[in-house]
Structures are given as structure tokens and as C-alpha cells.
């Protein structure tokens, strides 16, 4: 610790730290451009001076470590001339467009010159204009009025890790460019508008919408994917005009995905009324008449309830509450990506807190796609690469990540069972034993080398496992996941405290859903099938797109049609033209209600937007069905709905009442008796089939997003692909049309070739155009087509 | 050499052997006495006891700041499991500044053998020579003195039978001034755009490729060899105390006779001109004089007697700097003067600081204006406010260098800008 005096005050900091920090830690206000707490000190604006006894000049207190007994002051006559310089050096060649300007309201330059400026600028000569650069759907700019503070271009080294904002020429022709053109290559892109001080990067789809003043900024859960990012959703009477990253919550960064869904809020994919199906088309109606029809669909049939993650906590539970008084032995079913539904031995959702995986030892990641699937934990370990930690992975492709993985190994989803066991085989020779791994591993004759990578990690002190969505959505996941459990109890990375255990859940809430639905739930596949085949009436689809999203597109396809179908929802999706009654729900930004994320984390949401139409909160619908369905409602109140909640997770009561401890996190649900074996399977086709996912497409709100859909269209790979050695051995080459037999029989496609997919593998990137092929596991691929 | 071990008696240093023909020739460089001392330093030398030398010596960096080179060297931590770095800066920008130009083509071997000697005090395996771009002649007469020094394992593994191994490379700079800066110089030579870096970390401590790194001008290196040769005391002999040795000044303006002469710390300044350099072209004292590159302050003609030392010539209210003296006599047009080295540095001020990137470009179109004859009384005040404001409040010191001749021609010269709006305007 090092003890100095700010304006004679004493004040004690780590050491090391900089003066400019412990003025912020302490209350004395310090201007600043350049500086950013995550990003590396560039002390290129020159606004933090500040005076220190002894030294000559004023000094940069960014980039000035304290030291014992250093005296600091932030408040002089000649500071303030210091800092008005500064300004007027910086507004020589603004454009000084703050009225044109998004920024205007929220600036820097706009503040400080109010605070620091002088009241009038001296600079007569000509002005510098700088040309703009197109840097995709996301960002726009205006780059005359760039003060070259380069913190956009530290994000993109340091944090994007896609390096692609750079520094050209010097002296006053310096100016801030992009590397290519049209796209960054960031999923992270929209942050930039947030970081940079001045109106030169701006968020392109809101762009000249609205001023910061007249903004209603509501606090909020991001519910995109499962980490759950703490968000600022700004509107201005209904219209919602952005989302932020919200900067009192935990991590400074939110994706793209996540900020810029906004737009679907407002879509006309939105169901905003209550309608019936008329002929071909639908008709809005009144809500006592939609439900009457509901009824009329639901009453006393064999009934299947498909419902998506994105609803809150009480949400979720009314549809268990529904089913429990109205549709007692109703088939249930919400992972669009998992088709093992045995039990697993652990549960969708994290053991470790984020910062366990940050710190770890050893961090591996099985089977995904995280800076896709989860791009804020992902830009966490890309941090943690950067320091040089270790995070390795095995998975189907060397899928990309902006940052240098220790070791990555590719092989095919049917090599699993052989990794595991080949990493059994090193924890037993090491003396790390289980119970029950031998009678795993008799059931696997092969043994794969990329199992060496998974078992030296787990000798490390602390390993932390992230198990992705090729082994979630594995034929025989459980017992893939049971051999997981194992390896990480021999190696000690189970006990409370230092669990290593995560498996990225589907979607938020995760917890709650093992915990409300784990004894009831089916698989998507098996419902729709039920629902083809007559054992299923009648179809409640609760917010689920089965036919845009996930494992079972073949299966939706099948079944839509054959029964009747009640949609409730937020968004309409492709499947609502089978709709025969749509009952309107509040979005997840829309409604008062809980959110747990993946590592078990709750937000309590009390600040929510108003819904553009007649929209109500989902437990309010599924209360109000029940009712009209003749019985009692299960709850009238969202305390009512809570407190049914609590005997599942008791917990919870102290979180509503405001109760508990703000660490406590929702643990994840484990079974002991999931003592899964691996099953026989013989590879009867010769690739396994891979779908990408795609943070621009997959889900019903995303693709509700007119700018998600133009990232998504950059972003874009070829319909399919294989290995080039996959085709070779084929005789066949790079955009060769290609015959792929599946199980439901055959379909012709052009594979693009990538050396970063393991071969045997075929990967299906395009879900809009090869999307049936998510419905297969294996595929055989042959010479020429139609 | 034939360098006196009389203190008294030395006439040169790093200039002893410069009008030998075909000194960059290693057999004449050789029999002239280059590497004759060298083995000895390996043999019988060690670290400490060549810091200790150079300590003694009161040597101060030639490049600029005039930093005491034996301290710098004894700031490089040497246990930290990281190499350490020796970089020769031969970027030689400051504008009147030619010295480091004549030791590299005149007498490379000089320079090479100071920077073996430095390098193995300091344990440095790896050296880089970091060379003007426009010096092609001199990088060319550089790289084959090092191939001959390496074909006479003077230079890659055990020299001379030795443990000590080095490698020494010429890197050519791009053209700009600020790689002349010795962080801009690390980064350039990282292969990234020159942009000097804040400090602390010094380069030192954490320097080229973040390893402790010492970065010397080519004066400073080619100063080593005579100093262990003769001893650390010998050397502070010569010149005055606290400003030991010889130093090439880089004499160019209004003499009779511009050119580099090298001469001992203390010399006056009027008997460097009149003695060496033939006297002024016109006049009997000089109108101004800038004593250490362009970036120093200038002083008037009532310091003409000042004894050429680091400390007299900050008692004058200047830099002895890298010794690059600029004369101006009574013809001289300040103003214009000061135009032209404001476009000099707005042109070259790397541009990340905020007062540097905006000011240099401000004052110069500002001096322009003055000169062309639009300027007004309040372009005083401009011209004064933003270079004071840049000084000393940057990541490097081009932009005190930037505002140093304004602020002079401000201080020494206002009713000369004065003439220059009134006469121009009516
Ligand atoms: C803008 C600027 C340009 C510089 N250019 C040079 C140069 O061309 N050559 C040089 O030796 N030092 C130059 N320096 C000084 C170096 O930063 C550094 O102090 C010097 O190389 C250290 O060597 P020395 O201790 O042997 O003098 C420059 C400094 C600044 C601020
Ligand atoms: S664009 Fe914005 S963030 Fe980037 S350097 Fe310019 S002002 Fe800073
Ligand atoms: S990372 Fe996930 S939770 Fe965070 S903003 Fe993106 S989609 Fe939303
Ligand atoms: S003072 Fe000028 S040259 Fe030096 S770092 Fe700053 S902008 Fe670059
Ligand atoms: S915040 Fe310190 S220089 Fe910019």
C-alpha cells in the first residue's frame, strides 16, 4: 500500500496504482479523454494533469504511478489554464456540430468544455475534415469529430482481439481508420459507440433518432444468451431507442446480439394483439374472444407445450402451474438443442462463478463455438490468454476466438466417448481413479489422443470445463456428461467451493428450468413426433420457433398442420402461420420478474418498458387460461406465482424480499443416479453433422432484427462445410455440387471447404438455407445431384 | 589511436582516427589501433568494473539529454530472466545535428568496437544499430565494417575466444524525427509506427520488446573504448567537472567555416567560432545562437563567452543538447527562422498527444500568417499560450522542442514580429 495526499487529504492505494485512479477511488475529480479502467493506458489527451509537489511540470496523472508521500493537487489557477488549452487545442479542428450530433447531451468534449473551456476559441485558420469510414451495420461515423483519444483502437487489439481499428499517419493528419471495409469483425463491434468520448463512432441503427435528455433509461437483463449481461434499454415514450451496456453492472461490455435485438422490440414481428386465424390470414381480436378460442383448441386434449428460455423466472413457472391444474399429463418440452433428455449428472448451468473461470489454472472448452455462444465469457478469456493463463478446447472446428488458444484440437462429435476415455485411462495411470470409469471405458473401444489435452488440464491445482452445445445436444449427452463428472471428481474439481463443472445452458434461467421441469420434460424432437403421429391434440407453443431454431426443424416441419396450435408469444416467428390463436405477451425487457443467469446469478427486474400493444405479463396469461379453462387459478398475484416458486428454490423468497445476500447464486442441479453408460452406437453414415451456431440468427427475437440480419448476412459462411480431405476422398472438390443422404431421405448442396473443420465432420452454416440438415446427426455424402 | 594519455594533451576522441583514409576498412581501422584494447576489456574486465569506469569518467550522453552514462547503465536490472538490449540511436534528426554521420562513415569500427565493450558490461548478446532512413551511404559503410568484424570474430560467437558472444544488426528508420526519441525508437524497431511511450516504464527496466534495454547515441558508444583504454579518471580530466570529455559540436549559420569540430567540454562558444570555424560571415557577435539543435532555446550574443558545458549553458537559459550549434548573424530573418522550423516540427510531431498533434499545427499556420504579413497583436499571445502549453506536457519532449523557438523568437524578438505585421499590413 502506498499512502499520498490529494489536496491534503491523506489517501492510501495499492501500489502502483495511478494517480489518476486514486483520485477517482477517492472522490477528487480529474478530467480525462483517454483513459478507460479496461483498457491499457495510452496518456495521449492530456486532460488528467494534474500537479505534483516536486516535479517540474504538471503531470499526466493516467500514466504517473503514486508514490509514498507524494502530494497531489488537482485544483490550481494554472491546471485550469492547462485544461483549457487542452480544450481549445482539441476544438481547433472539431466540427463543433453538437447540434447534428447523437452525442450531444452525453459528450466529453461537450462537457468539459463547458467545465474546462474557455468561452471562446482563437484558432482562425482552415479546419481539418477527415474522410469517414464504413465500418459495417453497427457503427457509424463521423471522423472529423475524432480527438484521437484511440480508445477504440486499444478495444479492438485488446479487448475484440480483431486489431481491426488502427492509427494511419501523424502530426494533425493522424486519423483513426478501420482495416477493411463494411464489416467489423467484432461481435463486440457496438461497444465502440459506447467508448468512444466523442460523437465519432455512433450507433449506427439509432442514428439521428433521438437526444440523450429525452431518453427513459430502464435498468434491465439481457436474455440473448445465458450470461445475462446487466443492460440499460433507453426509450422515449413507447418507442425503445437503444440498448447500452449498463455501467453500474459487472462487466463493462455487452455483444452485439444483445444490444442490437432492440429493433425487433418495435418489428412487425411483434404480436402485439390477440387474433384468431381467418381463412389465410389471422384477425385481431378482443382478449375474452382469443382466449374462448384457446379454450375451445385446448379443453380436454392430449395436449404438447413447447416454450423457449427467454421468459423470467415467474414466467416460466406459471406454465408449470398451468400444467399441473389443466393439462396434468401434457408432454413439455423447451431445449430446442438437446436431444438426450435422461438426466445428466450435472446440470445445464455453471458450478464456477465467472471469476472461478477466469482464474483457474486450466480452463477448457468442450465442443463450442463461445464467441458465438457466449462472447462476453469468451472476451473474459481472451483477456485471460493475453496474460498469458491457459485456455484450451476441443470441439469439431478450430472455430475462431481473437485470441491464442494454448492447444485446440478437432475431432468428430461420434470421438467423444473416445476422448473421455482416453483421458479416463490418464487420471487412472496417475493414481486419479473413480468409481465407475472402468465400466465406462470397457463400453468404448477406442481411445482418442485429443483425451491427453482434456487430462493434463485436469491435473492442474483449479480446471474449470465449459461443455458446450456439441455435447449438450450429443445422442448419448448424459452419458458423455456422467464420464465428465467423473474425470472431474477424480481430479477434484467437484467439491463445493472448486466445482468445475458448467455446462452452457440453452438459454437463460437454466436452473430454475432443470429444477421446475427436470421430472416432466421431453425432448422437442419427441413432442413434434407425438404431435404427427396423433398422440398429441393439440399444440400450446409458449415464445419456441422449432422451425427457425434448433435440432428439430424436420420433426416442426412434420407436425405443423396436423394439430391445432396456441401460440403465446412475444415474437411471431416462422411458425406462427400455423397459429390458430395468438395470445400476445410481454417481452422479457417488458415485464417485472426474475432472472437467473448462467453461473446462477439473479436479477430482479422492477423498472420495465411499457408494451407497445395489448401485450400481457406470460404468468398473467397462463393464470388466466387456466381460469378459462374451468379451474381455479393456481396464483392471482406475481407474489402468488413467487411463492409457488419457492418450493422449488427456496431461496429465492429472501431474494424477493430483498432479503438476501447479493452473492448468493442459484447452484446448479446435479444427479447423483445419472450414472449414464455409453450406448452402442454404430456410426451407420460416414459424417457427423455440426450446426453452427449463429449469434446473428439463432432465435425468434434475433431474427426479428432487421440489423442482426444485415451482420448476420456478413458474416456469412458457405451453406455447408467439410474438410477438404472429407471431399478428397470423395474425388471430390470445393464447390462440387454434393448429394447428402440422410435419414429423411436426400438433399443436394454446393460444401465450401474450411481446413479449420475436423474432418468427418459436416458443418451446416447456413440454417436458413441447409437447415433440415440440423435434424440429422449423421449424413452420408456422395458425387454430383440434381 | 594516437590519443594522448594526458588528459591534457587530447585533441580528439571520437574523431582521432576521422581523416585516416579507409578507416571503415577493418586492416586500416586495426593497424590504427581499433579493437587493440578490446581483448583486454574481455579478458580482464568485468561488469562492474566497466561501470565503475564509465561512472568515473562523468561521460554524458551525447544524444541529447546529457544523462550521466554510467548511472543509466546501472539501472539495468540484471537477474530478471530477460535479455538485455544495447541500441545504438543513429537517427540523428535534430535539425542541425551531423556528428553521428561522420564517426559511422568515417570510422564504423569506432563505433562497433564501443558498442562490444558497452554490450558486454551490460551482458548484452543482441545489438541493434538504429540508423537514420536517409543515411543509406552510411548504413551500407556500417553493415560491411560488421561483416568484416564478424569474418574477424570480432563480432557473433566468442569473441575473440571468449565467452562473450554478440550480434549486431543495422536498422534502417523510415524518415521520422521522433524515432530519434528513444521509445519511439524501440517501438519503431518492433516493427510498430514510431510513437514514443509514456514513462514509467523506462527503457531500462522495460525497453525493447519489454527487456531491459540501453539505448545510447553514437557519440556516447564511440566515447567507450578511449575511456577504458585510458581509465575513467582520464577522461574526467578533460573538459570541466560534471562535464568531462570531448564533444563534437555541429557547427552550421553564418561562419566562415561550418562543419563538426570536436573539442573539450568548456570551450567557449566565441572561441569554437572564431578559433575553428573561421569567425561570422558578418559582424563581429552573432544576432542569435541556437547551442543545442533546433529544440534548444536560443541565446543572444551577451552569452557569447559561455563555456560550451551541459551546466553553463542552462545557466544561459538553454541546452547544450547533442551539441549542434546554430549561428545566426545580423542578416539573419528570425521570423522566417521560426517559420520554418515550426513547419518542422508540426510535420514531424508523431501525433498522439492532444497539445503537440493540435499546437504544432496551429502555431505554424499562425507563423505563417505572421510572416506573410496577416498577423495581428493577439497571434502574440496565441503563439506564446500554445507553446507554453505544449512544453513539458507531452509523452516526449518534441513538443517542448516544438515550442522553443517561438517562445525565443517571442522572448528575444517581439519587435521584430512585430515589423513583420505592421510593415506587411499598411
Ligand atoms: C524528439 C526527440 C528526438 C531525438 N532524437 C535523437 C537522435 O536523433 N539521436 C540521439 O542520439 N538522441 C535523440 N534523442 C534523445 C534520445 O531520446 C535519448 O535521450 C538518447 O538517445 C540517449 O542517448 P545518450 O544517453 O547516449 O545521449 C531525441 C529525443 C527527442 C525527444
Ligand atoms: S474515434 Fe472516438 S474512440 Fe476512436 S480515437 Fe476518435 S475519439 Fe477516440
Ligand atoms: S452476451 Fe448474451 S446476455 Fe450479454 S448482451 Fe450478448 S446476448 Fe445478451
Ligand atoms: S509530444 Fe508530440 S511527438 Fe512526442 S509523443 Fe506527444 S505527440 Fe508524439
Ligand atoms: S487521461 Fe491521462 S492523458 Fe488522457
Redesign the pocket.
Given at each position: 500500500m502506498t499512502t499520498l495526499f490529494i489536496n491534503d487529504e491523506e489517501v492510501t492505494v495499492t501500489a502502483g496504482t495511478s494517480i489518476?485512479e486514486a483520485c477517482r477511488k477517492h472522490g477528487a475529480d480529474v478530467p480525462?479523454?483517454?483513459?478507460h479502467p479496461e483498457l491499457s493506458?495510452?496518456?495521449?489527451?492530456?486532460?488528467?494533469l494534474v500537479e505534483v509537489e516536486g516535479f517540474a511540470k504538471p503531470a499526466?496523472?493516467?500514466?504517473t504511478p503514486v508514490s509514498e508521500g507524494m502530494k497531489v493537487r488537482t485544483q490550481s489557477e494554472g491546471l485550469s489554464k492547462d485544461r483549457q488549452m487542452v480544450m481549445e487545442y482539441l476544438l481547433i479542428h472539431h466540427p463543433l456540430d453538437c447540434p447534428v450530433c447523437d452525442q450531444g447531451g452525453a459528450c466529453k468534449l461537450q462537457d468539459y468544455t463547458i467545465t474546462h473551456g474557455a468561452n471562446h476559441g482563437r484558432y482562425a485558420e482552415e479546419k481539418r475534415a477527415v474522410v469517414d469510414h464504413d465500418l459495417g451495420p453497427f457503427v457509424s461515423t463521423c471522423m472529423t469529430r475524432c480527438i484521437h483519444?484511440t480508445r477504440c483502437v486499444r478495444f479492438a487489439d485488446e479487448i475484440a482481439g480483431t486489431g481491426d481499428m488502427g492509427i494511419l499517419n501523424r502530426s494533425d493528419h493522424m486519423k483513426i481508420d478501420g482495416i477493411v471495409e463494411e464489416a467489423l469483425e467484432s461481435e463486440l463491434s457496438g461497444n465502440l459507440a459506447e467508448i468512444c468520448p466523442v460523437g465519432a463512432l455512433l450507433d449506427k441503427p439509432s442514428h439521428d433518432v433521438s437526444r440523450p435528455w429525452e431518453v427513459t433509461r430502464h435498468k434491465s437483463t439481457c436474455t440473448q444468451c445465458p450470461q445475462g449481461c446487466d443492460i440499460v434499454i433507453e426509450s422515449r415514450g413507447k418507442e425503445v431507442i437503444r440498448i447500452k451496456s449498463d455501467h453500474e453492472g459487472v462487466e463493462s461490455w455487452i455483444c452485439d446480439r444483445g444490444r442490437y435485438v432492440y429493433d425487433a422490440f418495435r418489428s412487425v414481428h411483434r404480436i402485439s394483439q390477440p387474433t384468431i386465424k381467418e381463412g389465410d390470414g389471422s384477425v385481431a381480436v378482443a382478449w375474452d374472444e382469443a382466449f374462448a378460442h384457446a379454450v375451445n383448441i385446448l379443453k380436454d386434449k392430449k395436449v404438447g407445450i413447447v416454450f423457449s428460455p427467454y421468459w423470467s423466472v415467474e414466467g416460466l413457472a406459471s406454465i408449470r402451474m398451468l400444467k399441473d391444474v389443466a393439462f396434468k399429463d401434457a408432454k413439455v418440452a423447451f431445449d430446442l438443442h438437446r436431444r438426450d433428455m435422461r438426466m445428466f449428472a450435472f446440470e445445464e448451468g455453471f458450478g464456477s462463478s465467472t471469476e472461478d473461470i477466469v482464474e483457474a489454472d486450466e480452463v477448457v472448452i468442450l465442443g463450442s463455438d463461445l464467441r458465438q455462444r457466449l462472447p462476453i465469457l469468451m472476451q473474459m478469456l481472451r483477456k485471460r490468454s493475453n496474460e498469458g493463463k491457459s485456455v484450451s478446447r476441443i470441439g469439431a472446428m478450430h472455430y475462431r476466438t481473437n485470441s491464442e488458444l494454448s492447444n485446440d484440437q478437432i475431432i468428430r462429435p461420434r470421438d467423444w466417448h473416445a476422448v473421455i476415455a482416453r483421458a479416463m485411462q490418464q487420471l487412472i495411470d496417475q493414481g486419479k481413479p473413480a468409481a465407475g470409469m472402468k465400466e465406462w471405458m470397457a463400453k468404448v473401444t477406442d481411445r482418442h489422443e485429443a483425451g491427453k489435452v482434456l487430462a493434463d488440464a485436469l491435473l492442474a491445482d483449479t480446471c474449470c470445463l465449459l461443455v458446450g452445445e456439441e455435447i449438450r445436444s450429443h445422442v448419448d449427452a448424459a452419458s458423455l456428461i456422467f464420464g465428465l463428472d467423473m474425470l472431474m471428481r477424480a481430479s477434484g474439481h467437484g467439491e463445493v467451493g472448486r466445482d468445475g463443472r458448467n455446462l452452457i445452458p440453452e438459454g437463460m434461467n437454466a436452473q430454475l428450468l432443470s429444477a421446475v421441469f427436470g421430472d416432466v420434460r421431453v425432448s422437442v424432437g419427441e413432442l413434434l413426433d407425438a404431435a404427427n403421429d396423433g398422440d398429441i391434440e393439440a399444440l400450446l407453443l409458449i415464445g419456441s420457433d422449432p422451425l427457425g431454431d434448433g435440432l428439430f426443424p424436420v420433426e416442426a416441419k412434420r407436425a405443423m398442420g396436423k394439430v391445432p396450435m396456441v401460440q403465446v408469444g412475444a415474437i411471431a416467428g416462422q411458425i406462427s402461420v400455423f397459429a390458430d390463436v395468438q395470445l400476445p405477451a410481454a417481452a422479457y425487457s417488458e415485464v417485472e420478474g426474475t432472472f437467473i443467469n448462467q453461473e446462477g446469478r439473479i436479477r430482479v427486474a422492477t423498472q420495465p418498458l411499457k408494451s407497445l400493444g395489448e401485450e400481457r405479463a406470460l404468468w398473467k396469461i397462463m393464470m388466466r387460461l387456466a381460469q378459462d379453462l374451468g379451474f381455479e387459478a393456481p396464483a392471482v398475484s406475481l407474489d402468488g406465482v413467487r411463492e409457488a416458486i419457492a418450493q422449488y428454490i427456496p431461496e429465492l423468497k429472501d431474494v424477493w424480499a430483498g432479503k438476501a445476500d447479493g452473492g448468493w447464486k442459484v447452484p446448479v442441479k446435479r444427479n447423483r443416479i445419472a450414472e449414464m453408460l455409453p450406448n452402442d452406437i454404430e456410426p451407420a453414415m460416414a459424417l457427423d453433422v455440426v450446426s453452427r451456431y449463429s449469434m446473428y440468427r439463432e432465435g425468434a427475437w434475433v431474427r426479428a432484427s432487421a440489423s442482426l440480419a444485415e451482420a448476420g448476412r456478413l458474416h456469412a459462411l458457405d451453406d455447408v462445410i467439410v474438410h477438404p480431405d472429407t471431399l478428397a476422398a470423395l474425388g471430390l472438390k470445393a464447390n462440387d455440387k454434393c448429394t447428402f443422404q440422410t435419414s429423411n431421405g436426400a438433399c443436394q448442396f454446393v460444401a465450401g471447404t474450411r481446413d479449420d473443420v475436423s474432418p468427418g465432420v459436416l458443418f451446416v452454416s447456413k440454417r436458413g438455407v441447409a437447415g433440415d440438415l440440423s435434424s440429422e446427426t449423421m449424413v452420408n455424402l456422395s458425387k454430383g445431384g440434381a | 589511436m594516437t590519443i594522448s594519455s594526458d588528459p591534457s594533451k587530447v585533441t580528439a576522441i571520437c574523431f582521432d582516427r576521422i581523416n585516416i583514409p579507409n578507416q571503415n576498412k577493418l586492416s586500416v581501422a586495426r593497424e590504427n589501433g581499433a579493437y587493440k584494447f578490446l581483448s583486454t576489456v574481455l579478458k580482464e574486465f568485468d561488469s562492474d568494473k566497466i561501470i565503475s569506469e564509465v561512472k568515473t569518467s562523468g561521460l554524458r550522453g551525447r544524444g541529447g539529454a546529457g544523462f550521466p552514462t554510467g548511472l543509466k547503465w546501472s539501472f539495468v536490472p540484471r537477474n530478471t530472466g530477460k535479455p538485455i538490449y544495447l541500441l545504438c540511436n543513429a537517427d540523428e534528426g535534430e535539425p542541425g545535428t551531423f556528428k553521428d554521420r561522420d564517426i559511422m562513415r568515417f570510422d564504423p569500427h569506432l563505433l562497433i568496437e564501443g558498442m562490444i565493450m558497452a554490450g558486454f558490461a551490460l551482458g548484452v548478446h543482441d545489438a541493434y544499430i538504429y540508423i537514420r532512413g536517409e543515411f543509406l551511404h552510411e548504413a551500407n559503410v556500417l553493415n560491411a565494417a560488421i561483416e568484416e568484424a564478424y569474418a574477424a570474430n570480432l563480432l557473433g560467437e566468442n569473441i575473440l575466444g571468449t565467452n562473450y558472444s554478440l550480434n549486431l544488426t543495422v536498422h534502417r528508420g523510415a524518415g521520422a524525427y521522433v524515432c530519434g526519441e528513444e521509445t519511439a525508437l524501440i517501438e519503431s524497431l518492433e516493427g510498430k509506427p514510431g510513437r514514443p511511450r509514456f514513462k514509467p516504464p523506462f527503457p531500462a527496466v522495460e525497453g525493447f520488446y519489454a527487456c531491459p534495454t540501453v539505448v545510447n547515441n553514437v557519440e556516447t558508444l564511440a566515447t567507450i573504448p578511449a575511456i577504458l583504454e585510458f581509465g575513467g579518471a582520464w577522461h574526467a580530466a578533460i573538459g570541466k567537472p560534471n562535464n568531462t570529455g570531448m564533444k563534437i559540436f555541429s557547427v552550421s549559420g553564418h561562419v566562415n567555416k561550418p562543419g563538426n569540430y570536436e573539442v573539450p567540454l568548456g570551450t567557449t562558444l566565441r572561441s569554437l567560432i572564431e578559433n575553428q570555424c573561421g569567425g561570422l560571415q558578418h559582424g563581429s557577435v552573432p544576432k542569435a545562437i541556437i547551442p543545442g539543435g533546433s529544440s534548444t532555446p536560443w541565446i543572444l550574443a551577451e552569452h557569447y563567452d559561455v563555456p560550451l558545458t551541459y551546466d553553463d549553458i542552462v545557466k544561459a537559459g538553454s541546452f547544450l543538447g547533442s551539441g549542434a550549434i546554430i549561428v545566426m548573424d545580423e542578416t539573419a530573418d528570425m521570423v522566417a527562422l521560426t517559420r520554418r522550423l515550426t513547419h518542422f516540427y508540426a510535420h514531424e510531431s508523431c501525433g498522439q498527444c492532444t497539445p503537440c498533434r493540435e499546437g504544432t499545427g496551429w502555431v505554424e499556420r499562425v507563423m505563417t500568417r505572421v510572416e506573410n504579413g496577416s498577423g495581428c497583436e493577439a497571434d502574440l499571445t496565441v503563439l506564446k499560450e500554445a507553446s507554453e502549453h505544449m512544453a513539458g506536457r507531452t509523452i516526449c519532449a518534441l513538443a517542448d522542442g516544438a515550442a522553443a523557438p517561438v517562445l525565443s523568437l517571442l522572448k528575444h524578438f517581439p519587435d521584430e514580429v512585430r515589423s513583420h505585421l505592421k510593415e506587411k499590413v499598411a
Open positions: 489518476l480525462y479523454f483517454c483513459y493506458v495510452a496518456a495521449n489527451c492530456r486532460m488528467c499526466a496523472s493516467c500514466c483519444c | -
